[in-house]
């Protein structure tokens, strides 16, 4: 049973722990124990700077050396590879298995199902999946705040973790101008006149509201062409009020999902 996350009270609802349980080790399947790309022999740590003799750039903050990754559970929890996660302290009650009225006994259940589940399934799981995983929600549930925010952090870290893979395959230069390719549509898309940037729903179904879209898309061209200050966080949660006739919202989600997959690429 993950004790990363602290429980809302029991008449109020949570993430749902069975589903939060399944995607966390989905996780770990995915992150903690990555297929890498073969590297090449190493040298005895005693001839001299290992990061230089293999050609990777000196970093006390690799997130991809093996012995100090961070796993899915510490990146989840938000510490320090080594250190305990934060439902893991003594005296937390919100996610101790006391066993009081049985629940955790059948949640602690639910996740040693999930666990197996994905071992047998063997799914993959993305960055791009991670931002669109949902939880179903229920009574006594996991902290919506805590696992919105662990989301986030997995997002980042397997965007490293794929953008490591993919520039050891076929290099960082190939990696960079693909990025740089998709930015150009992107930005192409996003320059078009305002109100006029996505299709607009018919008169009688509901968009996204077209003047706060063209807004964001505003300060994504300055983004891309100017280097404007923006982070992922804010584009992860642009919130576009409704309005008939407004943008389709499939449309800008799907633009919106590959600006957050170039902003994830170069940072």
């Known amino acids: 049973m993950s004790t990363i996350f602290p429980r809302v009270g029991k008449k109020t609802l949570g993430y749902?722990?069975?589903?939060?349980?399944?995607?966390?080790?989905?996780?770990r399947r995915a992150y903690d124990l990555p297929d890498l790309?073969?590297?090449?022999?190493?040298?005895?740590?005693?001839?001299?700077?290992?990061?230089a003799d293999t050609g990777r750039a000196a970093s006390p903050d690799n997130s991809l050396n093996t012995n100090t990754v961070e796993s899915v559970d510490a990146i989840a929890a938000d510490v320090e590879p080594g250190d305990r996660p934060l439902g893991a302290v003594?005296?937390?009650?919100?996610?101790?298995?006391?066993?009081?009225?049985?629940?955790?006994a059948i949640h602690a259940?639910?996740?040693?199902?999930?666990?197996?589940e994905?071992?047998?399934?063997?799914?993959?799981?993305?960055?791009?999946?991670?931002?669109?995983?949902?939880?179903?929600?229920?009574?006594?549930?996991?902290?919506?705040e805590h696992v919105d925010a662990a989301l986030e952090r997995l997002e980042d870290a397997f965007?490293?973790?794929?953008?490591?893979?993919?520039?050891?395959?076929?290099?960082?230069?190939?990696?960079?101008?693909?990025?740089?390719?998709?930015?150009?549509?992107?930005?192409a898309r996003l320059s078009r006149a305002p109100g006029h940037r996505f299709t607009r729903a018919s008169v009688l179904a509901v968009g996204y509201k077209r003047v706060d879209v063209d807004r964001l898309?505003?300060?994504?061209?300055?983004?891309?062409?100017?280097?404007?200050?923006?982070?992922?966080?804010?584009?992860?949660?642009?919130?576009?009020?409704?309005?008939?006739?407004?943008?389709?919202?499939a449309q800008v989600?799907?633009?919106?999902?590959?600006?957050?997959?170039?902003?994830?690429?170069?940072?």
């Open 217 to 249: 898309a505003n300060k994504l061209v300055k983004y891309f062409q100017d280097g404007r200050e923006l982070t992922v966080d804010e584009v992860r949660t642009a919130v576009f009020r409704p309005e008939r006739g407004g943008y389709r919202e």
């Open 37 to 51: 790309p073969d590297q090449p022999d190493q040298p005895d740590p005693a001839d001299g700077d290992i990061e």
């Open 159 to 187: 965007a490293a973790r794929e953008r490591f893979q993919a520039t050891s395959a076929g290099g960082e230069q190939a990696w960079m101008a693909d990025a740089e390719s998709t930015a150009d549509v992107l930005v």
């Open 118 to 144: 994905a071992a047998v399934t063997g799914a993959t799981l993305t960055a791009e999946g991670i931002r669109h995983t949902a939880f179903a929600m229920h009574k006594g549930g996991y902290s919506p």
């Open 90 to 104: 003594a005296g937390d009650e919100t996610t101790r298995l006391d066993g009081s009225d049985g629940t955790d």
């Open 253 to 267: 989600d799907l633009v919106l999902d590959s600006v957050v997959n170039v902003m994830l690429a170069v940072r």
């Open 109 to 116: 259940i639910v996740a040693e199902k999930a666990e197996a």
């Open 16 to 27: 749902n722990v069975g589903q939060v349980e399944a995607f966390l080790a989905a996780a």
